[in-house]
Nanobody
Framework: QVQLVESGGGLVQAGGSLRLSCAASGRSYNAMGWYRQAPGKQRELVASITNGLMTNYADSVKGRFTVSRDNAKNTVYLQMSSLKPEDTAVYYC???????????????WGRGTQVTVSS
């Protein structure tokens, strides 16, 4: 099992930046992901990263978000820049694996951190 705790959310103006952190304790997984869920919408995968530091991004955030991890600290980060109002959502950290060229989530989630981008 793994416990995931997100932090770093907040209110920011459009064009601003935020960095989210996800501290993991317990078993480590070879891939971690960041999801987000806006009101009335399904949860969507935003970015993922493997232990080997291979990354993948949703088209909507490519060039603006950067996922990274510090394996020694068992922490995953999501650097978000050029934020837009449509990035407003609760952001969740997830533990999973990389299989057949895509990220597969396990049912391990943090409680989420709210990101609100004002126009």
């Amino acid at each position: 099992q793994v416990q995931l705790v997100e932090s770093g959310g907040g209110l920011v103006q459009a064009g601003g930046s935020l960095r989210l952190s996800c501290a993991a304790s317990g078993r480590s997984y070879n891939a971690m992901g960041w999801y987000r869920q806006a009101p009335g919408k399904q949860r969507e995968l935003v970015a993922s990263i493997t232990n080997g530091l291979m990354t993948n991004y949703a088209d909507s955030v490519k060039g603006r978000f950067t996922v990274s991890r510090d394996n020694a600290k068992n922490t995953v980060y999501l650097q978000m820049s050029s934020l837009k109002p449509e990035d407003t959502a609760v952001y969740y950290c997830n533990a999973g694996m990389w299989r057949s060229g895509k990220y597969v989530s396990f049912d391990y989630w943090g409680r989420g951190t709210q990101v609100t981008v004002s126009s």
